[in-house]
């Protein structure tokens, strides 16, 4: 019997808003410093909506040019999935929006809600949406525009955060070789501490008090949860598919922290060399850190065809997850 085909990563694409806030400019908001929000985190600047920016318009820009990279025509996807948890509207969908938007008037099409972990939860359906037959061109999307959650009179979380968009066309097989595609997704979660990163306000619960309308973050208890989750999970699904660290030409996690990202590639023995790093430029845009930084590898030549890519992502809810794709 024929081995069911694996979704294979075909195009990639990606937005972002052409506003940028400095870490100096945050200064002027906020008390905190350029060095502080450096040395602790590693961001530098992030890109942050602007009137003409939004949810809606940086994920159609990075879904168009996902379409593009893969050469895969705007009739031919038949299922959005949009990972966000800031979506444009409060309902329909904002999937349905993008469909809408790209003409993609043969889609179904869906938003999931797993916070950070959204392009890692999406890339677990679509493997098994593509796997089933069940869909062919699935166009999988993580975008936020974080910036309109945040309360920006609050240097705990205010500095952490940016917006974008990317987006992966994902398809059965590569024409190129067998061994390619997604090799293996792992996922989880853990609702046992909502509070611990969470935003009251947008949905049907009365908001009580003024912080309720913003994100919310116990950042201490977030990053000792996301060491040691995003740890577990890389080294989970190398361990499943046969892999080791030594093996992967790619990390690239969720961009929260970069003293997370270090030490998720200490637990897999992967070398700051083979780690994907671009929270310097965009902060944590949540759903979209991943798709951002695996299109900005791919058209920079820093990820090419053969190349095996770990990916690792934790998030509001708890949730987390790993993904290994040979591109
Ligand atoms: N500028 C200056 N000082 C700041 C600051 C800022 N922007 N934010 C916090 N501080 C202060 C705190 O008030 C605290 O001061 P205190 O000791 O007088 O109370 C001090 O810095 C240390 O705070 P602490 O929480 O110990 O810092 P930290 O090393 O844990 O770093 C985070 C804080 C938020 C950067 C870190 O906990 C983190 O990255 N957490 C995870 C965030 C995350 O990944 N979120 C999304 C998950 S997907």
Known sequence: MRHPERAFFKGLGAAAPNKVLSNHDIEKLVDTSD?????????ERRHVADDDSNTLTLATEAGRKALLDAGVEPEEVDMIILGTLTPYIGFPATACLVQNA????????????????????????????IRSGANRN?????AETMSRIVNWKDRNTCVLFGDAAGAALLAPGSGREDSAGVLGTYIRSDGVQPEMLCRIAGGTRPVATEEENYLQMSGKDVFKRAVTAMGDAAELILRQTGFSGEDVTLLIPHQANMRIIEATARRVNIPMEKVLVNIQEYGN??????????????????????DLVLMVAFGAGMTWGAALARM
């Open 138 to 142: 699935v166009l999988l999307i993580g």
């Open 285 to 306: 845009t949540s759903a979209a850190t991943i798709p951002v930084a695996m299109a900005e590898a791919k058209a920079s030549g820093r990820m090419r065809s053969g």
């Open 102 to 129: 790209l003409g993609a008037r043969n889609a179904a099409a869906v938003d999931i809600n797993a916070a950070c972990s959204g392009f890692v939860y999406g890339l677990h359906l679509a493997q098994g949406l």
């Open 35 to 43: 060095e502080w929000i450096r040395t602790r985190t590693g961001i």
